[in-house]
Each structure stands twice: as structure tokens, then as C-alpha cells.
């Protein structure tokens, strides 16, 4: 069971709405500008897209590898925990 803390959500929902702003600011920069000619905005623009999709892949690359190494290291850690158990109640011994 997961529960997922309210504090991550009112962080993930400042850090949306300040993307989000640096993205309005940006666009209103651009259309303001009249000394750069529209294909050099967009250019920027196209730009700055392409980087933000790269940058959400790689958090999401390493969250996932993250996840993946927290997911083996719990499977040994039960693997670990029931030989002990084997061994501590083992008749033999």
C-alpha cells in the first residue's frame, strides 16, 4: 500500500505553476520583442521545448533506475531475511 505525502503534492504543484510561469514570461519576452525577427523566436522557441522534453526524461530515467535498484535491494533484503529465519529455526543447529 502506498500512500503518497501531501507535502510532495503542494511541492510538485509550486514547481508545475513555476514552469509554467517561466514559460508565459518567456512568451511574452518573445512577442514583445521586436529587434529579433520572428524566425529567430522561434527557433528559441522550438529550442527551449526540446530541452524542457530532455530534461523530463532524464528525471524520468533516473526515478525509474532509482526505483528499479530500491525494488531489487527489497527483494534481497526478504531473500537475507528468510535464511535467517530458516537458520535460527532449524532443528539441526
Do not use: H
Request: hydrophobic share 45%; charged share 20%; aromatic share 8%.
Amino acid at each position: 500500500m502506498y500512500n503518497e505525502n501531501s507535502d510532495n503534492g503542494m511541492i510538485l504543484t509550486i514547481n508545475v505553476a513555476g514552469v509554467l510561469l517561466a514559460y508565459a514570461l518567456l512568451a511574452i519576452s518573445l512577442w514583445m520583442s521586436t529587434d529579433v525577427p520572428l524566425s529567430t523566436k522561434g527557433y528559441w522557441g522550438m529550442g527551449i521545448v526540446l530541452l524542457t522534453i530532455s530534461l523530463i526524461n532524464v528525471v524520468k530515467y533516473r526515478f525509474d533506475q532509482r526505483s528499479s535498484a530500491d525494488r531489487i535491494r527489497q527483494i534481497e533484503d526478504a531473500k537475507n531475511e528468510r535464511l535467517l529465519e530458516e537458520f535460527v529455526s532449524d532443528p539441526k543447529a
